[in-house]
């Protein structure tokens, strides 16, 4: 990525929560470089655009990966249909659209899903859509560095239960099967941590991702 001009400060810059960066834009040659630097945006509409690279960050080895009994059932079953790339716009506003417990509004703002269409017109970002019957009950979507054999995940939803881990399951299984290295869940989530996530050293993940 070294042909855009786009430069942040270096990750281990970023204050103790994490928070690296203010300002700049959603262009998608400034997210790129982001996420090849290790780097994210986190903010809401009350907010200037947010860079965070914490440390520790939340990652899934997919050799690490955690299939409960009662998921292990639902897969065997084959309980939902998983489409991939099909319906991102659907998704990432989904995704906005989901209540979650303790947050007021979203941080996936208008110009964040402006943006991250974009970036999947240009094949980055990509959708997982989780399906009952001929209605998109679940799904997730992130950014594919695809080169680095990184999935970084960015939000995922669920209008019925276990909709959104069936999703994941299967795209990590997916990805496995074209060299999947790791995933980068970003912060902790304990839905994560059930899958098998887990939280590394900000240095090791740098690592990981050059």
Not at 2 to 21: H, I, N, V, W
Not at 92 to 111: L, M, V
Not at 144 to 157: A, H, P, Q, R, V
Not at 197 to 207: K, Q
Request: with cysteine; proline share 5%; hydrophobic share 40%.
């Amino acid at each position: 990525m070294s042909g855009f001009s786009y430069t942040f400060p270096k990750p281990e810059k970023a204050d103790r929560q994490g928070l690296l960066a203010v300002g700049g834009d959603l262009s998608p040659e400034r997210l790129l470089v982001a996420y090849y630097s290790g780097i994210f945006p986190w903010f809401d509409d009350s907010q200037p655009i947010l860079w965070w690279s914490p440390d520790p960050r939340f990652v899934l080895f997919p050799n690490k990966l955690h299939i409960s009994k009662s998921m292990r059932q639902l897969l065997h079953k084959k309980a939902f249909k998983v489409t991939y790339n099909r319906q991102f716009q659907e998704v990432i506003q989904a995704c906005a659209a989901i209540p979650r417990p303790g947050q007021q509004g979203t941080w996936i703002t208008s110009d964040m899903i402006a943006a991250y269409i974009e970036l999947h017109k240009r094949g980055y970002a990509k959708s997982v859509e989780v399906w009952k019957e001929n209605t998109l009950v679940g799904g997730l979507y992130g950014i594919y560095l695809k080169d680095k054999k990184i999935f970084c995940g960015e939000s995922m939803f669920a209008k019925i239960s276990n909709a959104s881990k069936y999703g994941f399951i299967s795209l990590v299984q997916k990805l496995q099967q074209e060299g999947l290295r790791l995933i980068d869940c970003q912060v902790y989530t304990k839905h994560l941590e059930s899958l098998g996530a887990e939280e590394i050293p900000r240095a090791h993940f740098l690592a990981l991702l050059k």
